[in-house]
């Protein structure tokens, strides 16, 4: 965690430098384009934060994963959606006032991580909650990792249960896994 420490403090741009390059590099991705629904995060410490993205697109339906024990629930942010504080400290909708979603509504999913690699291998926090959700059959949408350009290592460790991402979006490149033709078929 030193390294990645260190080389932050070198490579993170002003933080309008980085939100206009963040916005600039999703807004040019057709998966964005030809979405309808997008799986968004509450960032914690130094993890971007995708909530621009809401005022960029209010046509859009957002949804917001909130923990239940071992797992995420997705929610459907409206106009009297309010948050709360839920566990590690992350801000999560409040059921009372958000709607329930279905993973099979996400078109696209912007997923948080420590480290991603240039093929789109994620590592997360240790406690799985995203590669279950995202390895659930009902999610059919693409997933991009969203990270600051000193999150990007040559190789992240990968074992049979993390679930890559379709794409990963530095405020400098877009990284690409493949294909994603398939996905934007499926969901028709």
């Known amino acids: 965690m030193k390294m990645i420490s260190d080389e932050r403090s070198l490579l993170l741009p002003l933080p309008f430098e980085a939100e206009a390059s963040f916005m600039e590099n999703i807004l040019k991705l057709d998966a964005w384009k030809n ?31 909130r923990i239940a024990g071992d ?39 912007f997923v948080p991580g420590l480290a991603f690699d240039p093929k789109c291998g994620r590592l997360g926090r240790g406690k799985g909650f995203y590669d279950r959700l995202l390895g659930q059959p009902e999610f059919r949408g693409i997933k991009a990792g969203l990270a600051w350009d000193w999150q990007i290592v040559a190789e ?33």
């Open 35 to 65: 979405s309808f629904s997008v799986l968004l995060f509450s960032p914690i410490e130094w993890e971007p934060d995708p909530m621009e993205l809401i005022s960029a697109a209010p046509e859009y339906f957002f949804l917001f994963p």
């Open 71 to 109: 797992h995420l629930e997705i929610y459907r942010m409206s106009s009297r959606s309010r948050w709360i504080t839920g566990s590690y400290g992350i801000s999560e909708p409040d059921p009372g006032s958000w709607d329930r979603a279905r993973l099979s509504e996400v078109d696209l999913a």
């Open 156 to 188: 992240v460790p990968c074992d049979s249960d993390d679930i890559p991402m379709d794409f990963v979006v530095t405020p400098r490149k877009i990284y690409q896994a493949g294909s994603t033709l398939d996905k934007l078929e499926e969901r028709g």
